[in-house]
């Protein structure tokens, strides 16, 4: 079964700085897209960064200058670095992937980790 574990979250004061870790697990062959999404209380949930399966990367406005996405594809694994972190970046955030499964061979297009809590205190 293939899976994504996120980690990395916690609480931090406001121009701190974090790093998410999401690694896939199970049979992987290739990364597509992977990208970060988040979910502050009482709204909808919102992409901050993302891997297209070209390897552009695209960011949130609101995030732009402070976060940097990265991707070590012989981990399978994606991080989210994010500097000088503001309380309006609270909220769970979430790594989304679209991935190619060797065994049985076929594609996750639509993987969702379990999320991990980033709070930052003003």
């Known amino acids: 079964q293939v899976q994504l574990l996120e980690s990395g979250g916690g609480l931090v004061q406001a121009g701190g700085s974090l790093r998410l870790s999401c690694a896939a697990s199970?049979?992987?062959?290739?990364?597509?897209?992977m990208g970060w999404h988040r979910q502050a209380p009482g709204k909808q949930r919102e992409l901050v960064a993302s891997?297209?399966?070209?390897?552009?990367?695209n960011y949130a406005d609101s995030v732009k200058g402070r976060f940097t996405i990265s991707r070590d594809n012989a981990k399978n694994t994606v991080y989210l670095q994010m500097t000088s972190l503001k309380p309006e970046d609270t909220g769970v955030y979430y790594c989304?992937?679209?991935?190619?499964?060797?065994?049985?061979?076929?594609?996750?297009?639509?993987?969702w980790g379990q999320g991990t809590q980033v709070t930052v205190s003003s």
């Open positions: 989304h992937a679209d991935l190619i499964i060797a065994t049985p061979w076929r594609r996750e297009h639509d993987l």
């Open positions: 891997f297209t399966s070209g390897g552009i990367t």
């Open positions: 199970g049979s992987v062959f290739s990364m597509n897209a």
